[in-house]
């Protein structure tokens, strides 16, 4: 083109992506302050033998706060920024994509957003959701602002993997098997996504046996020689059915046991329901009841001279309540000694629990 022709092209053009990016960017910034403007040159530069090479050159134009400008070209800015640019023009500016009206595109993306900062990985989690409204997009990452649980479905999440031959699969996340500990950090962003956060019972593949409370963790806990089991206390009897959900979530082995009174047996009901009966069957316990009993807590597994043992010899009052008792006991250096002088009737209830749990 002559050259008047050229700038008004060329203005047109620069127009037009400052308007795209600028809009995109957005989505992106860290703060209200950072400006973006893309400055559009045509160059000539003379190529291998003598030959002349055409070719449009970018910067990146940034104004202070005095009002001077910085030019800088893009691969001199952040990585967040040189990766959000790349994006940008290929999504927006791709003739392919553009001819057919971006419908029924496949997008396939490797750790998008790697470098950006977290608010703009949630924007860009809501970016992609929105962009698969007409295509499909397909991304790997370790960032949970990507696995946002309330733009995408965890059904949606799949866990790829290697079998034995090397070969590989996908697997939804709430159908995989896999059992190594280090399966559980590579799920991580997802547990982080769901607020759930990670605890020592990540590192083991053992039963978890859930309590309504921390004084039956306690108990259990001092009565029981199995290697093979963990106690995770919640915290009252209808607390149970979300730890239940973390124990899914997780695939972990587990049992729940309530108090076997009103209120235990009436959550045991409900957390039936809710979970169904594969799920439920032979992991929901109440306490067993004793010959003539109607209801069975915690607490009367324990004998009154027993209680009345501990207290004597942890040297607190004979009037403690069963919580003090219990909680002091557990934290004393004394604990061993104690709980061998403890009465074959008591350790004789605690047995029967176990076996009733099919521990």
């Known amino acids: 083109m002559e050259e008047r022709q050229r700038k008004s092209a060329l203005a047109k053009v620069q127009k037009y992506l400052n308007s795209t990016l600028t809009k995109e960017w957005e989505n992106f910034r860290l703060d209200d302050r950072d400006a973006l403007e893309i400055a559009l040159d045509f160059v000539k530069e003379a190529g291998p033998n003598n030959s002349i090479r055409n070719f449009l050159k970018l910067d990146v134009v940034e104004t202070d706060n005095s009002g001077e ?75 949970h602002y990507l696995l946002d649980p309330e733009i995408i479905p965890i059904s949606n999440i799949v866990v790829a993997d290697k079998d034995v031959a090397s070969n590989i699969k996908l697997t939804p996340i709430h159908e995989y098997k896999g059992n190594a500990p280090e399966h559980r950090w590579a799920f991580q962003p997802v547990f982080d996504a769901l607020r759930i956060k990670p605890f020592i019972l990540d590192t083991s593949n053992t039963c978890v046996i859930i309590t ?102 942890l040297g607190i009052s004979l009037n403690s309540s069963f919580e003090k008792t219990i909680s002091t006991l557990f934290y004393s250096f004394k604990k061993t000694a104690i709980l061998n002088k403890i009465s074959n009737t008591t350790k004789l209830k605690f047995k029967d629990v176990f076996d009733h749990l099919g521990i």
Request: hydrophobic share 40%; aromatic share 16%.
């Open 69 to 143: 400008q910085h030019f800088f070209f893009v691969s001199d800015r952040s990585k967040g920024f040189f990766w959000f640019f790349n994006f940008v023009m290929k999504l927006e500016f791709n003739p392919k994509v553009l001819s057919q009206d971006d419908k029924n595109t496949i997008y396939l993306l490797d750790e998008p957003g790697s470098y950006l900062h977290a608010s703009a990985q949630i924007r860009l989690c809501k970016k992609l959701k929105n962009l698969s409204s007409r295509n499909r997009v397909i991304y790997c990452t370790n960032s």
């Open 212 to 313: 309504e409370g921390i004084y039956d963790y306690f108990s259990l806990s001092m009565f029981t020689e199995s290697i093979d089991i963990r106690f995770l206390p919640s915290v009252g009897a209808e607390s149970i059915k979300y730890y239940i959900s973390l124990m899914i979530a997780w695939t972990r082995p587990f049992k729940a046991l309530w108090d076997n009174d009103k209120e235990g047996r009436k959550h045991k009901a409900e957390a039936e329901k809710y979970f169904g009966e594969e799920l439920s069957t032979g992991r929901l316990f109440v306490l067993p009841l004793a010959n003539g009993q109607r209801d069975s807590i915690l607490q009367n597994l324990f004998s009154g001279e027993d209680l009345h043992l501990i207290r004597d010899e």
